[in-house]
Each structure stands twice: as structure tokens, then as C-alpha cells.
């Protein structure tokens, strides 16, 4: 069903440059969950190639109750570790923000946002139904200075049948950015038809790994080794490289 792994070679992530969506600060979601594996994940990382990592942990109400303060309070923990332990590796922190009631408030708040390169921020709806103000909150975030960037949009079922909303997004101003695991079926032939067209039809900004565990990390490993994956994208204008 999914072709991407017929033929390797000695190929690596290094033309991406930074993966700007993962999951590797521990203990803070439903990521990594100590410092130990985080030091390996980061070093894995960089034997695959890249040279920039930006943590993106959920900020989830009820579920994630992550903060500013404490997302950039645990990315210094990690610096400090990733120095004692000899891996030199940038690492920086983003958020992934839950589309909601709460996170449409802190825009019009003026809280602070985790962003990352041009002033991008790394957005997400719910797997099982629209955010109801996702218009709302990307033309907010716009009007703010920000570059709102929707997170594997291919992962949407609800938008399987209804291609032309991601046209919309990209009109309004939202750029998308597709999960490298999407590619190796790893969330099943919907998502990966989805994720297909999206880079056939060069609507694709970004690639991240989303990165959560041991099963992402063997796939990602999986797929870098694949001269078909590599010759697939090779005309997307990827801005992961900017950052």
C-alpha cells in the first residue's frame, strides 16, 4: 500500500535543516518523559541530519496545562543537560496551541506566544471535530504579526472529502506543515492519500516529525533512508531550512 521504503540510500534530513514540530521536552506532555530520553532522541535527531531542533509541546486546557514560563523554563533544564552530556545541538522552544475558546483569548489579550523563526506560530485542531473559530483565530493572529502555521493538516479526516478548504487556509494567510510519518502510512491510507496531494499540488511549507516516542522515531529513521521519499518532495519550496 505505501511505497516510500522500496529503495534506500545513504540520504539524510540535513536539507530540512530544522524539524519545527516534535515532542521531546520531558515530562511536560504526551511526549518524552525524562531527561534520559531526551538526550538520546536529541542525539538520534542529529545522526539523522538535522541541525536545529524546535520543541513544540501541546498547550491543551484541561489536558496540557502547559505555560510561556514553564515550556521555556524545561527547554533550559534541557540545555544545561544536553551541554553535561556532550551533544552539541540548538534546541529552542515553540508551542503547539490547541484552537479554542482559550487560546482565541489570549490572542486578543496580547498574551505571549511561543514562536519560533519569523515570528511563526504552530496551531492544531482537534482530531475529531473543526474548531469552530479556526477562521477567526487565524486572521486574529495575522492582524497580531504572526504567521499562523496549521499543523498536519492531512491528519483532519473531517477535511478528507473537502479538499478546497485547504486552498481556503492557504488564502487566508495560514501556512501548512504535513507530518513526516503521514508519508509512511503510519496513520493509515486516508492520511496518507491526503498528505500525497497536499505535496503534489505544492501546498506544503514545512515538514516536522512530531515526534513522541520510540514508534515515530523508528519510522522517521525508516523513511530517511528512501530515494523515493527524497525524490517526491524535492521541488517543495520547504521554509524548515529559514528557521
Known amino acids: 500500500m505505501f511505497s516510500f521504503f522500496n529503495k534506500k540510500s545513504d540520504k539524510n534530513f540535513s536539507f530540512l ?8 521536552l520531558p515530562g511536560i506532555d504526551d511526549g518524552l ?5 531526551t538526550l538520546a532522541f536529541v542525539q538520534e535527531m542529529k545522526d539523522l541530519g538535522y ?3 524546535i520543541c513544540t509541546p501541546h498547550i491543551l486546557p ?4 502547559n505555560t510561556y514560563e514553564g515550556i521555556l523554563s524545561k527547554l533550559e533544564e534541557v540545555k544545561s543537560a544536553l551541554v553535561k552530556a556532550n551533544i552539541d ?8 496551541y490547541m484552537v479554542g475558546l482559550e487560546f482565541a483569548e489570549a490572542i486578543k489579550n496580547n498574551k505571549p506566544l511561543l514562536t519560533f523563526g519569523k515570528n511563526y506560530v504552530l496551531i492544531e485542531m482537534s482530531f475529531a471535530a473543526v474548531s469552530q473559530n479556526i477562521v477567526e483565530v487565524v486572521f486574529d493572529l495575522l492582524m497580531k504579526g504572526y504567521k499562523p502555521i496549521l499543523a498536519h493538516p492531512e491528519r483532519y479526516s473531517y477535511y478528507h472529502h473537502n479538499f478546497d ?14 507530518n513526516l510519518l503521514s508519508l509512511t502510512g503510519y496513520y493509515g491510507k486516508p492520511v496518507f492519500k491526503t498528505a500525497e ?5 505544492k501546498m506544503v511549507n514545512f515538514l516536522g516529525t512530531d515526534m513522541h516516542h520510540d514508534g515515530h522515531l523508528k519510522m522517521t529513521k525508516s523513511l530517511v533512508q528512501s530515494s523515493k521519499f527524497h525524490h517526491f518532495i524535492k521541488d517543495l519550496d520547504l521554509l524548515n531550512h529559514t528557521l
Open 197 to 201: 496531494k497536499l505535496i503534489k499540488n
Open 62 to 65: 484541561g489536558i496540557h496545562d
Open 51 to 53: 541541525k536545529k531542533l
Open 89 to 96: 545541538m540548538p534546541i529552542y522552544a515553540g508551542a503547539e
Open 33 to 37: 518523559q525524562t531527561m534520559e530520553q
Open 165 to 178: 478548504v485547504f486552498h481556503e487556509f492557504i488564502e487566508r494567510g495560514c501556512l501548512l506543515q504535513v
Open 17 to 24: 535543516g530544522a524539524d519545527m514540530h516534535n515532542h521531546l
